[in-house]
C-alpha cells in the first residue's frame, strides 16, 4: 500500500471547528449547516482510494442508533477548483445536499462498546477530477462528534474498464434531437469541462425543424448567427468546468430542435480538450413544471387538463380533442409484461359477488372494502403497500377496473397522497402504465366521457412527473431509472394527442437507450452486482425489445439482453435458486423467471443450465462462479461464489461463498431484503461481519470488485454429473 496522502488542508462551516489535538475536527450538532472540510489535491484521475477515519461521540448521544448519523460529502473538483457535476462514482451514493457522499452510521452499528469507532470507505476518482474536498457534515447527530486521523491512500489496482462514458466535443457535433411542445420553451443543463480556463470552449448549433421536417429559417431567438456555424449559443468553460443552461424559444412552428454540441476550432485546428460530464438534462420551461401547473390546488382529473389547456394559451373547449379513440390494441403494457416474466400470472380477480380479491407481494389473499380509502394495510408490509399503490393488478379486473383507477385518482390529489408509499417509483411507474393504458382502452358500457377525461388527466399528471424525473436524470442510470423512462414512453404513445405526448416519446426513447446501455454491456456484464435485479433488468430489456422492435433502441436491447442471459441459468442450484449473494428476497420463484426469459429460445431452462460456460476474455474475469454435482446415491452439491463490487448501500459480499454437499446446504448466506429489514437488523445483514468473506489483511470489502492477481489452473477433476457456469464479466 502507498504511503498515505499529504496533510489535508481544512476549514469549517455552521459550527464546526478544530478540536484540542492535532489533525481533530469537531462537528456539531446543527442539522446540514455544520460540517468539517478537508481538502486533498493532485490525485490520480480514475485511481482507486481508501478513506479511513476515527470517529468518537458524546456518551449523551440520543441517535446512536441513526444509520443517517452523519454525511461525507464529496466534492470532486478540476484543477482550478471549480467543481465536477459528476452522475455516479463507485462506492459512493447521490445524496442531497452533497451530490455524493457516505452515510456515517451512529455509535450503535460499530463493532464497539466504547465511544469511539474506526471506519473505512473506498472509491474511485472520476477521470476529470484532481482535487477533493471533504465535508463531514452533521446530520441526525444530538452532541457534537470528532473526526481524527483522516487518511486517504491509493490502491494500487490493476487497468479495469472505467465506468464513466467520455463525452468529448470536437469539430464533430455531439447531437441531441428533441421534439418539442409547440409554443413551450425547452431548457438543456449541463457542464462541460476543459483542460483549461477557455472563454470559448466551445457552443451549441441549433436548428429548428417544422412538422414537415424542412430546416426553419434563420433568424432564431436567444441564438447568434455565426458565418460557417449557423445559429448558435457560446459555451464558455472559464472556470475549467462550467454549468450551462440553454433556454431555448423556439419559433412557430417549429416541431424538433436538432442541438450539436462541438468546438469552435475545426478538425484541422488544435483545440482544448473540452468534454460534457454527462447527457444534458432536458425540460420545459417553467411554467410547465407540475408543481407550478398544480400550484396550491387540489385538481382532479379534469381540472388538471383545463389548467393545462389554459397554460397551452388554448380555450376549454380544445381538452376533448385530446382524449384518445378507444383503442382495441393499446400501446403495450411493458412493465406489465415485465411483472409478467417475474412472477408469472397475476393472481388477483374480482369475485362472483363483485367482491375484488387481491393477492399481493406473495401475501396471503386479502378482500378489498367496497369503498376503499387507500390508506389500507392489513399486513404492515412495505412490498405490499408499494403493490397496492402500482395498481398493477387492476387491469386484471375487468370492467371494474377503470372505475376503480379513477376513485384511487380521487383519493389521491398529486401532492397529497393517502400513502405517502404510493409515490415511491416502484409504485409510481406502474401506475402510471395502467392509469395510461386504461384511458386509451374501449370503457365499460354506460360510462361517460367524463370518466375518459378523469383517467387521461390522472394519467397526464403522472406523465409530467415522469418527464421531470427522466429529464433530469433523478434515478441516475439505475433500475428505477430505466423503469420511469419506459412508464413515460407508454404514457405517451397511450396518449398520441396530447399536446405533450411528442415531447415525452423522444425524451424517453433517448435515455432508454442511455439507461439501458449503463445497466448492461454489450458483452453482457452488469452494473449492479445483485442476481435478482439484474433478472429484472434482463426482463424489462426483454419487454421493451419486444414492445419497440426495430425502433431504436430496441435492436440494441434486445442483442445486450441475448449476451446477459448467456451464463445465469448455470447459477441455479440444484434446487432451482439462485446464490443469495445480495438482496434476495425469498418469494420469487427464479427458475420459473429464468424459464419465462428463455421462452421462445431454441434452448429450455435444462439445456441452459447444462451448457458449458463461455471462456473469459483474457485480462476479463466473471464476477460470479459456481459448481454443482448430483452423484446418484449421494445427493446434490452446490458451491458458488461472488467477486461482485458491491452498491455502496447494499451488501457488503464481495468473495462471498456458499457450500452444500450431500443434499445439505453446509454453509449459508443470510440474504435479506431492503424491503423487508429496517435499521440495526438491516446494517448487519448488509455488513462483512453477516458474509463469507475473505478478510484481505484483516480489512472488510467497501467498494469495487476482486482483481485476479494470478490464475492457478485446477488439478482437481470434476465430480461426475458436475457443472460449472460464471456470468457477469468485471
Known amino acids: 500500500m502507498p504511503d498515505d496522502l499529504p496533510e489535508p488542508t481544512a476549514r469549517y462551516v455552521g459550527g464546526a471547528g478544530a478540536g484540542p489535538r492535532a489533525g481533530e475536527h469537531v462537528v456539531a450538532p446543527k442539522n446540514r449547516w455544520a460540517r468539517a472540510i478537508l481538502g486533498f489535491r493532485d490525485l490520480v484521475p480514475e485511481a482507486w482510494y481508501t478513506l479511513d477515519v476515527s470517529l468518537s461521540w458524546d456518551e449523551d448521544e440520543q441517535a446512536a442508533a441513526a444509520f443517517d448519523f452523519a454525511l461525507v460529502g464529496f466534492d470532486f473538483m478540476a484543477r482550478d477548483g471549480s467543481s465536477l457535476d459528476v452522475e455516479s462514482v463507485p462506492g459512493l451514493v447521490r445524496t442531497l445536499p452533497d451530490p455524493l457522499g457516505a452515510w456515517l452510521p451512529g455509535p ?7 465511544l469511539s469507532a474506526e471506519w473505512r470507505c473506498g472509491f474511485r476518482m472520476p477521470p476529470q477530477a484532481s482535487d477533493l474536498a471533504l465535508g463531514f457534515r452533521s446530520w441526525r447527530n444530538t452532541a457534537p462528534f470528532r473526526i481524527s486521523g483522516v487518511r486517504l491512500r491509493s490502491v494500487e489496482a490493476p487497468s479495469i474498464t472505467s465506468p464513466w462514458p467520455r463525452l468529448r466535443l470536437g469539430a464533430t457535433p455531439l447531437m441531441f434531437e428533441q421534439d418539442l411542445v409547440q409554443g413551450v420553451g425547452l431548457v438543456l443543463r449541463g457542464q462541460i469541462v476543459s483542460d483549461r480556463p477557455n472563454e470559448h470552449a466551445a457552443y451549441a448549433a441549433i436548428r429548428y425543424r417544422d412538422a414537415s421536417g424542412v430546416e426553419m429559417p434563420l433568424p432564431y ?8 456555424h449557423g445559429a448558435s449559443v457560446n459555451l464558455p468553460a472559464k472556470p475549467q468546468a462550467r454549468r450551462f443552461t440553454l433556454s431555448l424559444t423556439p419559433p412557430a412552428g417549429a416541431t424538433r430542435v436538432e442541438i450539436g454540441l462541438r468546438t469552435w476550432e475545426e478538425a484541422d485546428e488544435a ?3 473540452v468534454e460534457l460530464i454527462a447527457p444534458p438534462e432536458v425540460s420545459l420551461e417553467d411554467s410547465f413544471r407540475l408543481e407550478s401547473l398544480i400550484g396550491d390546488d387540489l385538481l382532479d382529473g379534469s381540472a388538471f387538463l383545463s389548467r393545462l389547456a389554459d397554460r397551452l394559451g388554448l380555450e376549454p373547449g380544445a381538452v376533448p380533442a385530446w382524449l384518445p379513440e378507444a383503442q382495441a390494441a393499446p400501446a403495450p403494457a411493458i412493465l406489465a409484461r415485465a411483472r409478467h416474466l417475474r412472477q408469472g400470472q397475476e393472481r388477483s380477480s374480482g369475485g362472483p359477488d363483485g367482491q375484488i380479491v387481491l393477492r399481493l407481494a406473495g401475501l396471503p389473499d386479502w378482500t378489498q372494502p367496497e369503498s376503499p380509502d387507500w390508506r389500507e394495510e392489513p399486513f404492515r408490509s412495505v412490498p405490499w403497500r408499494l403493490d397496492y399503490h402500482s395498481l398493477a393488478w387492476i387491469p386484471a379486473l375487468g370492467e371494474a377496473g377503470p372505475a376503480l383507477a379513477a376513485a384511487w385518482g380521487a383519493a389521491n390529489p398529486w401532492g397529497q397522497p393517502s400513502d405517502p408509499l404510493s409515490l ?32 387521461v388527466g390522472v394519467a397526464t399528471q403522472h406523465g409530467f412527473a415522469l418527464a421531470e424525473i427522466v429529464g433530469q436524470n433523478a434515478f441516475g442510470r439505475s433500475l428505477h431509472g430505466l423503469q420511469a423512462a419506459t412508464a413515460l414512453y407508454v404514457t405517451a404513445c397511450s396518449l398520441p394527442r396530447l399536446p405533450l405526448a411528442p415531447f415525452w416519446t423522444a425524451l424517453a426513447s433517448r435515455r432508454l437507450g442511455e439507461t439501458f446501455g449503463a445497466l448492461l454491456a454489450a458483452d453482457g456484464h452488469f452494473a449492479d452486482p445483485v442476481l435478482q435485479r439484474r433478472l429484472d433488468c434482463l426482463s424489462l430489456g426483454r419487454a421493451l425489445a419486444e414492445a419497440l422492435g426495430g425502433q431504436p433502441p430496441g435492436p440494441d436491447i434486445a442483442a445486450r439482453v ?17 446464490p443469495p449473494f445480495g438482496d434476495a428476497p425469498p418469494v420469487v420463484d427464479e427458475a420459473a423467471w429464468i424459464g419465462r426469459l428463455l421462452a421462445g429460445r431454441s434452448s429450455d431452462l435444462a439445456a441452459a443450465r447444462e451448457a458449458a460456460p463461455s471462456t473469459p476474455a483474457g485480462g476479463v474475469f466473471h464476477d460470479t462462479l459456481t459448481m454443482s454435482a448430483d452423484s446418484i446415491g449421494r445427493g446434490a452439491g452446490h458451491f458458488a461464489c461472488t467477486f461482485a463490487a458491491p452498491s455502496p448501500l447494499g451488501h457488503a459480499d464481495c468473495t462471498s461463498f456458499i457450500l452444500a454437499a450431500e443434499g445439505r446446504r453446509w454453509i449459508v448466506e443470510a440474504g435479506g431484503s431492503e424491503s423487508v429489514e429496517t435499521g440495526p437488523s438491516r446494517h448487519y445483514l448488509v455488513s462483512a461481519r453477516a458474509h463469507n468473506v475473505a478478510l484481505l489483511d484483516g480489512r ?7 482483481w ?9 477433476p470434476a465430480p461426475t454429473g458436475s457443472r460449472r457456469a460464471f456470468t457477469g464479466r468485471t
Do not use: C, I, N, W
Open 221 to 228: 431567438p436567444d441564438t447568434v448567427s455565426v458565418m460557417g
Open 424 to 455: 415511491h417509483p416502484a409504485a409510481l411507474t406502474a401506475r402510471a402504465e395502467v392509469l395510461a393504458r386504461l384511458a386509451a382502452q374501449p370503457l365499460p358500457e354506460g360510462a361517460d366521457d367524463a370518466l375518459r377525461a378523469t383517467l
Open 708 to 716: 485476479f492477481a494470478k490464475v492457478f489452473a485446477s488439478t482437481v
Open 271 to 273: 483545440s482544448p480538450a
Open 700 to 706: 472488510e470489502p467497501v467498494a469495487g470488485p476482486v
Open 562 to 578: 441475448e449476451a446477459g442471459l448467456a451464463g445465469l441459468p448455470g447459477l441455479l442450484d440444484p434446487g432451482g435458486r439462485l
Open 108 to 114: 450503535a452499528y460499530h463493532a464497539t462498546t466504547g
